[in-house]
């Protein structure tokens, strides 16, 4: 073989290498989050239809969101 040949070979070698490099940690770090995480904070509680989370967010049965004691998102507001 040439000299360019074996050039072109391995340049070639080296970007599959590369792309199996790349696919292969693409798809190694898909991972789904744990279970119960939402945003970086934690389901702590359920109780009567609610759900409370460690950075303050609750979740009423009626979908409402509230974080501390002020609302912050309303359903029904969406479909008017």
């Known amino acids: 073989m040439k000299?360019?040949?074996?050039?072109?070979?391995?340049?070639?070698?080296?970007?599959?290498?590369?792309?199996?490099?790349?696919?292969?940690n693409k798809t190694r770090n898909n991972a789904p989050p744990p279970s119960g995480a939402t945003y970086g904070a934690?389901?702590?509680m359920r109780d009567n239809g609610w759900v409370y989370y460690t950075d303050g967010t609750s979740i009423g049965p009626d979908g409402r969101y509230y974080q501390g004691s002020d609302l912050v998102y309303d359903p029904r507001g969406m479909y008017k």
Not at 3 to 24: Q, T, V
Request: negative net charge.
């Open 3 to 24: 000299n360019e040949d074996l050039f072109l070979l391995a340049l070639f070698g080296g970007g599959m290498f590369l792309m199996a490099r790349y696919l292969g």
């Open 42 to 44: 934690t389901e702590i």
